[in-house]
């Protein structure tokens, strides 16, 4: 595996790790010192996100907040392992799918379709916020 390679998977896993929240953020003008949030930082605006795209209620909101901070968790505990990339990228992708479908686990039909939406738009398959003015 050449250097462009490996640089490429750790943007693709970094965009898994912290989520459509930062895509969202930064398409709607609010993107600005992202990379010097905290963790929990990061996934208080994916969670405030997250309620108004999907429309949470209460209960879903709780449960996503549950999730996230499992998921941080599980994330954290794998870099600080100290574990080399290519090792820690398949382990990342599965703690990331793991929250993915415990998230669709809770959602309503139409809230599934628009996360899903939402992971398409931050894995690249579509332009995340309105489109650009002309």
């Not at 989520?19 to 010192?33: E, F």
């Not at 879903?60 to 574990?83: P, Y």
């Not at 990339?85 to 039909?109: A, C, H, N, W």
Request: charge should be positive; charged fraction near 30%.
């Amino acid at each position: 595996m050449n250097l462009k390679q490996i640089v490429m998977r750790a943007a693709i896993l970094a965009a898994c790790t912290v989520g459509p929240a930062t895509l969202s953020a930064h398409a709607q003008g609010m993107g600005g010192g992202m990379g010097q949030m905290t963790p929990e930082q990061r996934s208080a605006r994916q969670l405030e996100m997250m309620k108004t795209r999907l429309n949470l209620s209460e209960d879903q909101t709780s449960k996503v907040k549950d999730f996230m901070a499992e998921r941080d968790k599980k994330m954290a505990d794998l870099r600080s392992s100290g574990g080399d990339m290519e090792t820690m990228r398949p382990k990342m992708m599965e703690i990331q799918k793991d929250y993915s479908d415990k998230v669709k686990g809770i959602l309503t039909d139409d809230q599934k379709k628009t996360y899903e939406e939402m992971q398409s738009q931050m894995r690249g398959g579509g332009r995340p916020g309105p489109p650009p003015q002309q």
